[in-house]
């Protein structure tokens, strides 16, 4: 062979390499690992995981809150565009409380329809809005349509709330990116529903509340990596922190 046509095909197959490193780099899942701290103390650690189909969340108790209250908690969302979930497990492991159950989506006739693997009793059928969400899943629509708000529909745990964001400012923060501006949100909730609040996890429970605004600060470059999430608790606010990025 030729130096010519061995030269070519060198780069060639190194183009084919490039081009599969690429393709496998683009469609590696993004990983967020938070942290939740009350007092000054790390409680809670959590990983969200997203890969462009599923979202999935993970919340376990640290060893010192384990003493005091355990948790082993798992929210798995498959979602269509715009993080608009198709079906949701959701698996909770907490000291007094347990969870297991599949939530599906028919937006064609605007019904959630919730299985419960643990009891019977805990299954249900109830009415959404057609673009209705999860936490998680409204979270990182909110964090890709920074420019654009508008009001989001949640499902709480079979409860249907509004949910409007609004961008109030930016503000320098400290995060595991340095002093860095932030794009500050505020987020208001409004329960549309009228059933009473049924028991649920820690993890989100405490989220949606109608008299306590959602403070979240994003990262104002173009990732808005939810650098710092606050919610009031009392008598003290719960803070989640960014740890790592991937």
Request: proline residues 3%; contains cysteine; hydrophobic residues 40%.
């Amino acid at each position: 062979m030729c130096a010519w046509k061995y030269s070519q095909l060198k780069t060639t197959r190194f183009s084919i390499l490039l081009f599969f490193f690429l393709l496998a780099n683009s469609l590696k899942a993004e990983e967020l690992q938070m942290s939740i701290s009350y007092l000054g103390l790390d409680v809670v650690n959590v990983v969200l995981t997203d890969d462009g189909r599923i979202l999935k969340v993970t919340a376990k108790a640290t060893f010192l809150a384990s003493i005091a209250a355990g948790m082993d908690n798992s929210y798995i969302a498959e979602y269509v565009d715009d993080y608009l979930p198709v079906r949701r497990n959701k698996t909770i492991i907490q000291k007094d409380y347990e969870e297991n159950r599949t939530i599906l989506y028919d937006r064609d006739n605007d019904l959630a329809v919730r299985t419960s693997h643990l009891s019977s009793d805990r299954s249900k059928t109830y009415p959404i809005y057609k673009d209705t969400r999860d936490f998680f899943t409204a979270l990182f629509y909110i964090r890709t349509h920074l420019d654009t708000p508008k009001r989001l529909y949640l499902d709480a745990n079979g409860l249907i709330w509004s949910a409007d964001y609004t961008i109030v400012g930016i503000e320098k923060i400290n995060s595991v990116l340095g002093k860095v501006d932030a794009i500050k949100v505020e987020v208001d909730f409004k329960k549309i529903s009228p059933e009473n609040k049924e028991r649920s996890d820690m993890l989100t429970n405490n989220l949606v509340n109608e008299s306590k605004k959602l403070v979240l600060w994003f990262s104002s470059d173009s990732r808005h990596l939810p650098l710092k999430t606050r919610y009031q608790r009392k008598p003290f606010p719960v803070y989640w922190l960014l740890q790592s990025y991937e």
